[in-house]
């Protein structure tokens, strides 16, 4: 069960996809979670304050899993990798609309509050990386040492331009199966993809 003010979130996550934040009014949002428009103030306060509680929301979603993925014990540091890139893939899959809205962010936002947060959680997935990368090199998991941050805009930039060229990829493929099965496939592709180019810019080598 998810909680009214959830409701709300992701009624207007929709609508911000969709329609962009201008573009999109309070009462349309209240219409698509079916509360009272009231609710809206109620809850966050205004347009802007919902706007702010929706992207920390969904990042601190993805903070979590990095988190919980960096301190495992029981796997070695290409295998943190991997995780990492098959539940940021999934996210990226699953919550196609909010990864729409922060692509637009990235370019357009003026909203100090954001740009601060998006900063912050990229510095941390950086960190992230760094740690895994450092802790790798020590016990010879990997053999190469690419600038971190490179290493980020592979998994990012290769995922987010994927999602967004899927359409046009199936067109091209002439593919007519159901949407999901498609996607099934194209995800699980796009995955096994990146870990190739992981594999390649770390200098990782199964059963070495």
Known sequence: MIS???????????????KGFEGTSTREIAKAANVNIS????????????????????MEEGQF????????????????????????AGR??????????????????LNPHIVDFLKQTKMGF????????????????????????????TVSGTLFYASNAKEMYKEFLNNTDDEE????????????????LLKDLLGYEENK
């Open 4 to 18: 009214k003010e959830e409701n709300i979130l992701f009624a207007a996550e929709k609508l911000f996809a969709e």
């Open 39 to 58: 609710m809206i103030s109620y809850y966050f306060g205004s347009k802007e304050k919902l706007y702010e509680k929706l992207v920390e929301y969904r």
């Open 65 to 88: 899993f990095s988190k919980d993925i960096l301190e495992r014990t029981d796997i070695n540091d290409w295998e943190k990798i991997e995780k990492i890139v098959d539940q940021f």
């Open 92 to 109: 990226v899959r699953h919550h196609k609309c909010f990864y729409r809205i922060m692509q637009r962010e990235q370019l357009y936002t």
């Open 126 to 153: 950086i960190s992230m990386y760094s740690k895994i990368l450092e802790s790798g090199l020590k016990k010879g998991i990997f053999t190469k040492n690419p600038p971190i941050y490179l290493l980020h805009s």
């Open 181 to 196: 099965i498609f996607d099934e496939t194209y995800y699980t592709e796009l995955n096994t993809h990146i870990k190739y």
